[in-house]
């Protein structure tokens, strides 16, 4: 009888140890080269971020909601938008080569899309800033009546 249960106990933990890593995700892949290999799937949930220069990577468990942007910009504009500095930690400059900015707009939103500051352009440049706001990466647009004219990925440090 103890041999029995010994048996069983055995079987059912080594059949639970197996079990215990696996997770049903919507796609993935595993990408090798000569010196180096990554696998990944989609929908984990983040729980550390490695940065290094443009690279970023970002380590996590099971997600339940994947999000995903994209961002539509107009390539045939006869001004320039510029930022600067880029990385910050306090404030940045937004300037338009233009003369007529009255219809310019700036919005700034978390990567979850969540927008979190806007206005309109009373200064050329600009001082935006970013005080108020945790260490992070944040999105910065430049719309004209509704119209999404520049893009930007301004880092706070």
């Known amino acids: 009888m103890i041999k029995k ?23 993935g892949n595993y990408h090798q080269n000569i010196s180096e290999s990554i696998s990944w799937s989609l929908g984990q949930t983040a729980i550390h ?4 220069g443009n690279n970023i990577i970002t380590q996590g468990f099971q997600q339940s909601l994947l999000i995903i ?7 045939d504009l006869n001004f320039s938008i510029s930022i600067y500095p880029n990385p910050t930690q306090s404030c940045i400059n937004l300037k338009v080569n233009r003369n ?3 219809q310019f707009e700036y ?16 200064n050329n440049p600009l001082q935006i800033s970013f005080t108020e706001f945790n260490p992070a990466v944040y999105i910065l647009s430049v719309n004209v009546r509704e119209k999404q004219l520049k893009t930007f990925k301004v880092i706070k440090q």
Request: hydrophobic share 45%.
């Open 49 to 52: 971020t490695l940065n290094e």
């Open 69 to 75: 942007t994209s961002i539509e910009e107009l390539n």
């Open 5 to 27: 249960l010994i048996l069983l106990l055995l079987f059912l933990s080594l059949f639970f140890n197996l079990c215990a890593q696996e997770t049903v995700v919507p796609g």
């Open 100 to 102: 007529n900015l009255e």
């Open 107 to 122: 919005t700034i939103a978390n990567l979850d899309g969540k927008i979190i500051k806007q206005g309109k352009f009373d």
